[in-house]
């Protein structure tokens, strides 16, 4: 069982994304500033994910955006708010939907993976957050595990969506 004190500590860990330009994601960061006059911090394209990267500041601004993006680019757009601590990262990756509650687990078995639990009230909102097929949870969880470094990170993070038992 992980303390209130280590899982606070845990999930205030400063994050950085890096990552790699490549020919695509410059081509979209150049749209997307063009489209929005937003300069976004990062561009990841996964599968038939995109997501944009944007600070806090202009995230209200680019996401009267997203209808016009979404149909001129025909793809599952996001734009996520580009947060330096952890628990701000995962809450802007589910904007739209209430969290009720982030659990931490770290599992001895698996080479000391860490695992965060996002627990939600209804299936429905479960489902909005694994997404179609579980596309979503697992594009994210490849964000995590190959783009976002933190300080003194010893494990990779793997994010798993639960329903909370009453």
Known sequence: MI???ESNSF????????KKFYNKELYLLQ???QKTKIYPENVIVLRNFIFFFVKNENYFKAKRYLKA????????ILIIRAENTLIKLLFS???DL???DIKLDIIEKNNGRTIINVCFLTYEERGVAIGRNGDYIKAINVIFEKYITSENDRFPILIKCEIIDF
């Open 69 to 76: 993006i979404r149909k001129q680019l025909r793809s599952k």
């Open 98 to 100: 209430y969290i009720h």
């Open 3 to 5: 303390s209130i004190t």
């Open 93 to 95: 990756f589910f904007p």
């Open 11 to 18: 999930f205030s860990k400063k994050v950085n994304i890096k």
């Open 31 to 33: 749209y997307f500033r």
